[in-house]
């Protein structure tokens, strides 16, 4: 059988989410050819997506208790999949069709050296019951033989993890599957503030589409209203940090934590402001930029980022997510603005500190009093040392 589209077109989400519209009309009118289709990529989200897209078009809610089964982990060994494709496709009353999910290969790890025509699960995919479906969700790799084994009776979907550029599609299918319109900027606030993370998109829209109801349209307000963002919130904190104000950057920290943001995500992303800071004054102390450039128009400030000498990009991470000459020039900006009066030895020790708070949030220690404490230092650190200028 061949793939819905090859690894390599598979890449780019534009390619994915065609192949997968085409993929949903046909599960819709209980078309799927053939009957068995294996999801797989390093993406769980993604996966278990698909998955679920595809068994909420075959069976009607109120059939899935009597019509699907799922076997996954110890379940799913080569017996229970023989006896859940032998299994009827009627319950209490009769019934249209019958799905099985299957959420591990372990039966074909089993099959060592034996014949594929002796196995009995591929006997029976290769004559599945008129009505039957059965869906593969798989977020380990398969292997190049167990690849060779089910697409001779499989539609095999690869999927791949979204790249930043693919998230403005991908939220506005979430949107049209939610049946609901998103306009561009909304969209933009919304990968904003939730950031490359397709579970928390899609549970974002999945809440938007609850507030403005079917056919509603999302706006850049209520994105804003509804959608709370941890980075922008690390970023106030970050600022109450740079002014010294421990009143404020406590209260800051207190309604993350009541909220029940990750204590280790908070740290993270700190830490990343103050690895930004730090590249920040290495710019300012290379003399690259002036201090009236700070306040230039926007095309200029630009221009000046693009003469950045090679020399100095090479001592800057590699990767995007970490390296502040490759984020947005306000954000560029921001930090230089906030390095001009930061030491560079203060942000050492600022980083030192967060090092040993990292180190104690993974010894079991209660979490939110040791961010609360480094931050009460991380002020301290601020009010007690003397300021620079660019």
């Known amino acids: 059988m061949p793939y819905l589209l090859f690894p ?20 819709r009118y209980g078309n799927l050819q053939p009957p068995v289709v294996v999801v797989f990529g390093d993406d769980e989200f993604l996966v278990q997506r698909v998955i679920q897209r595809l068994t909420d078009l075959l069976l009607p809610a109120e059939e899935r208790q009597t019509s699907m089964t799922i076997l996954e982990g110890k379940d799913a060994t080569e017996a229970e999949f023989v006896q859940a494709l032998l299994e009827p496709t009627f319950g209490f009353q009769l019934t249209r069709r019958r799905v099985v999910v299957v959420k591990s290969l372990a039966f074909l790890k089993e099959q060592g050296k034996r014949k594929r ?10 004559r599945i019951p008129k009505g039957t479906y059965v869906l593969f969700a798989l977020t380990e790799p398969p292997t190049s033989s167990q690849l060779n084994s089910l697409n001779e009776v499989a539609l095999l979907v690869p999927l791949s993890k979204l790249r930043a550029q693919d998230l403005p599609e991908f939220v506005q299918m979430l949107a049209e599957q939610a049946a609901i319109h998103i306009d561009k900027v909304a969209v933009q606030e919304l990968i904003e503030r939730v950031g490359n993370d397709a579970r928390q998109l899609a549970t974002e829209i999945e809440k938007l589409a609850l507030y403005i109801g079917v056919d509603g349209r999302v706006t850049v307000d209520i994105v804003r209203e509804l959608v709370p963002s941890l980075a922008m919130d690390v970023f106030a904190l970050m600022n109450a940090v740079v002014d010294g104000d421990a009143p404020k950057a406590v209260r800051t920290l207190e309604g993350l934590l009541h909220r029940r943001e990750s204590p280790m995500l908070i740290l993270y992303l700190l830490a990343r402001q103050f690895r930004f800071l730090l590249q920040a004054r290495l710019l300012l102390d290379s003399k690259l930029i002036s201090p009236a450039l700070l306040h230039a128009r926007a095309d200029a400030f630009r221009q000046q980022l ?15 997510r970490f390296n502040l000459l490759k984020q947005s020039p306000a954000v560029i900006r921001n930090f230089l603005l906030q390095a001009r009066n930061f030491p560079r030895e203060q942000i050492v020790e600022s980083l030192r500190l967060i090092l040993e708070t990292d180190i104690n949030l993974k010894t079991g220690v209660d979490q939110g009093q040791q961010l609360a404490l480094l931050i009460l230092n991380l002020c301290r650190l601020r009010k007690g040392a003397g300021q620079v200028t660019a």
């Not at 003469?307 to 990009?313: A, C, G, H, L, N």
Request: proline content about 4%; cysteine-free.
């Open 8 to 27: 390599q077109e598979a890449q780019f989400f534009r390619n994915v989410r065609k192949a997968l519209s085409q993929l949903y009309q046909s599960a």
């Open 117 to 126: 025509e002796s196995l009995a699960w591929y006997q029976l995919l290769q």
């Open 306 to 320: 693009e003469r950045v000498p090679e020399e100095i990009k090479s001592r800057l991470p590699d990767d995007t």
